[in-house]
């Protein structure tokens, strides 16, 4: 628990020195004993190399006496019996470095060894080696392990003493180094926690580097471009609903206040009927709201398989519309135009263009059904047809959004309030479907395409 309450850039610095240390440590260790091998193979080469000059001076009757020391080494020269027949001045001509059995194992096997050489009144120990010479002669060259002791003392206090030393600075540049890594991230938060509920227009600061942090910062700053967006929308939606609201409540208020001014001379009737009208249009209002709302949040009341024939039909029964249905011919018929989705939102779809199409149309409204070919593999669309003065194309688009009027709609008794496309546009896709208005030649035509059921 007391790592986890620290810093972040506490628990990197303090894993990384962690990990220096331990690869210093074992650096150093590997070192120290490469370096007391290296040193011991040179010794050892020395004295076998002396012990083999000695042995060919031997050999060849040459040795002098005493025998000269060469690069501080021992030699001691034993004759057949076992006593020293020549030396180097600085050894005991009278005791062998070695005693017999254990002459005659190193000169079997070859291999140098440590003796102490304190009882032989030498320093430290030495690195003995024995070579067996002609006419039984053994000769046992030794020279002095203190010089190696020393170098190999000397290496470890210095790396004891710069091991920390490297260490602490490597920290404190990995401390520097992670701070400068980690300040992005800092300025972030520092952005983030300047953003306010009512901050427009806010972005987080973006570091010039293209790493991970450059990317979090694009992203985080996508997401708050999204939420400006999706807030000036609700803003948006807000204003335009109270002014929606105002209009018929204002109409209310205005008969009932004339009404009790003037109660002897006022028809209640009618304006009972003025006020039920004005409350029909708020309630229609408030319906559209919340089926916005809800379709807002991408989720459907239900999921059910949708016949769009079926409703297209009882719409056309319903209105007395025209009814085009090219589901294939008798030969290859095409596929059922059934969805999934819920039939009362997709029946509000239909029901939205058919009265938009009629407040608009001048004789005539077809409605459409059609599946396969130029509707495309496994589409369902649906198409409402007027023959009234169109839409020009710079407009299309803009009359899904809420709270839109063209100019020969801006009545609101015969207009509506500027919803009804856009609950057709939400509610299509909400379906997994597109909605789009084309020319018809003359009028317009609303094509809705939506996927079938498999």
């Known amino acids: 628990m007391w790592w986890r309450r620290r810093s972040l850039r506490f628990r990197l610095t303090a894993t990384a020195t962690a990990v220096l240390a331990l690869a210093l440590a074992v650096s150093a260790y590997v070192f120290v004993v490469v370096l007391g091998e290296s040193l011991i193979r040179n010794i050892d080469d020395q004295v076998y190399q002396r012990g083999r000059e000695i042995v060919a001076l031997s050999d060849a009757g040459r040795l002098p006496d005493p025998v000269t020391s060469v690069n501080n080494t021992i030699v001691q020269v034993l004759g057949p019996d076992g006593r020293i027949v020549d030396a180097t001045s600085d050894t005991d001509r009278l005791v062998p470095l070695l005693p017999a059995r254990a002459r005659e194992s190193a000169a079997r096997t070859g291999a140098p060894q440590f003796v102490n050489g304190r009882p032989y009144a030498l320093p430290g120990p030495l690195r003995v080696r024995v070579l067996s010479a002609d006419h039984g002669v053994t000769v046992i060259v030794a020279r002095s392990f203190t010089e190696v002791e020393s170098s190999l003392v000397t290496t470890g206090h210095v790396l004891l003493v710069g091991m920390p030393l490297l260490l602490a600075l490597l920290a404190a540049a990995s401390w520097l180094v992670i701070g400068r890594t980690l300040r992005p991230i800092t300025l972030l938060r520092r952005g983030a926690a300047a953003v306010g509920g009512t901050a427009r227009s806010r972005r987080l600061p973006v570091p010039e580097a293209r790493d991970e942090v450059h990317a979090l910062a694009t992203t985080l700053n996508d997401m708050l471009g999204r939420l400006e967006e999706a807030e000036a929308r609700q803003r948006a939606l807000v204003s335009d609903a109270a002014h929606e609201l105002r209009s018929p409540l204002a109409s209310i208020r205005l008969q009932l206040e004339v009404a009790l001014s003037h109660p ?16 029909l249009r708020l309630s229609r209002l408030a319906e559209d709201l919340l089926a916005l709302a809800r379709l807002d949040e991408g989720r459907l009341s239900r999921r059910e398989p949708v016949d769009l024939g ?10 007395d519309l025209g009814l085009d249905l090219d589901l294939g011919s008798d030969a290859a018929p095409g596929p059922a135009p059934v969805v999934l989705g819920d039939e009362l939102d997709l029946r509000r779809v239909l029901t939205n263009l058919v009265d938009n ?3 608009h149309a001048a004789s005539a409204v077809r409605l459409g059904v059609r599946t396969g070919g130029a509707a495309g593999a496994g589409v369902a669309e649906l198409t409402v047809t007027d023959d ?26 015969d207009g509506g309030a500027g919803l009804g496309l856009a609950i057709v546009r939400t509610t299509v896709e909400a379906h997994g479907g597109t909605v789009h208005l084309e020319d018809a030649s003359p009028g317009l035509r609303a094509v ?3 996927p079938l059921a498999r």
């Open 448 to 450: 809705v395409r939506l």
């Open 357 to 359: 199409a009629l407040r």
């Open 310 to 319: 079926v409703l297209a039909r009882r719409t056309a029964e319903r209105y």
């Open 388 to 413: 009234g003065p169109g839409i020009p194309p710079e407009d299309r688009e803009r009359v899904f959004d809420r709270f839109t009027r063209l100019d020969d709609a801006r009545s609101r008794d």
């Open 264 to 279: 002897e001379g006022q028809d209640w009737t009618e304006t009972a009927e003025g006020v039920l009208e004005d409350t």
